[in-house]
């Protein structure tokens, strides 16, 4: 079945840090790849997509390459700031249809100033 | 605006009682979904459904039901079978076929008395 593994928390940066948060997957044909972000008390928010090799998504500074040949989907942003302390999840959907979404257990990001 | 909305906030449970968590969406979106989040895991399904008056069970079903009498609502009842039932649920739904982003509402967090 699909598995996604994503790296242990908590990290905790300084702000203007470089940020990398390593995901990896496990799944059958072509998924689609996520990263959701949540902050303290609320639900997940999409952070950012792709849906095929080698597409990369970017929103608010983050950054993500859909690697197929080393099925990982790995995190990314230049410079972190204090509100970007939240947790992470990576997660995968196989293609088409309501296909269940399968998430990591979500790494904690700490940015201190 | 349109969103998910989630009822109550926080939600207390007695020994041996049954409590229901509110789930309501206006996006008009088809799918709608139920997870359970526990700390340092991620979120584990607990039922899904499609369309209106069809359902399934999802990774973790036993304890709980759920019904879809209407496309904007999904209520989930957690039942006294549930033995650990303390945890943050969280809500989501799903424009269509082939649109896999799921938009997750605020959380009830369940507490036991």
């Known amino acids: 079945g699909n598995s996604v593994t994503q790296m242990e928390g908590p990290v905790t940066l300084s702000e203007e840090a470089f940020l990398t948060i390593n995901c990896t997957y496990t799944?059958?044909?072509?998924?689609?790849l996520f990263w959701y972000v949540q902050y303290p008390g609320e639900g997940l928010q999409l952070l950012l997509k792709a849906t095929k090799a080698d597409d990369k998504g970017s929103n608010k500074g983050f950054e993500a390459t859909y690697r197929k040949e080393t099925t990982s989907f790995h995190l990314e942003k230049g410079s972190v700031q204090v509100s970007d302390s939240a947790v992470y999840f990576c997660a995968l959907s196989s293609s088409g249809g309501y296909q269940k979404v399968t998430f990591g257990t979500g790494t904690k990001l700490q940015v201190i100033p | 605006d349109g969103g998910i909305t989630q009822s109550p906030k926080y939600l207390f449970r007695k020994e041996g009682q049954n409590v229901t968590l509110s789930c309501e969406q206006n996006l008009n979106h088809d799918a709608m979904y139920w997870y359970r989040q526990d700390p340092g895991q991620g979120l584990r399904l607990i039922y899904y459904?499609?369309?209106?008056?069809?359902?399934q069970k999802g990774d973790i079903a036993e304890g709980y039901s759920v019904s879809r009498e209407k496309k904007e609502s999904f209520p989930l009842t957690v039942t006294s079978a549930q033995k650990n039932p303390t945890a943050f649920y969280l809500c989501a739904s799903q424009p269509g076929q082939g649109q896999e982003t799921q938009y997750f509402g605020p959380g009830t967090r369940l507490l036991v008395l």
């Open positions: 799944a059958t044909g072509y998924p689609s």
């Open positions: 459904s499609q369309i209106v008056n069809d359902f």
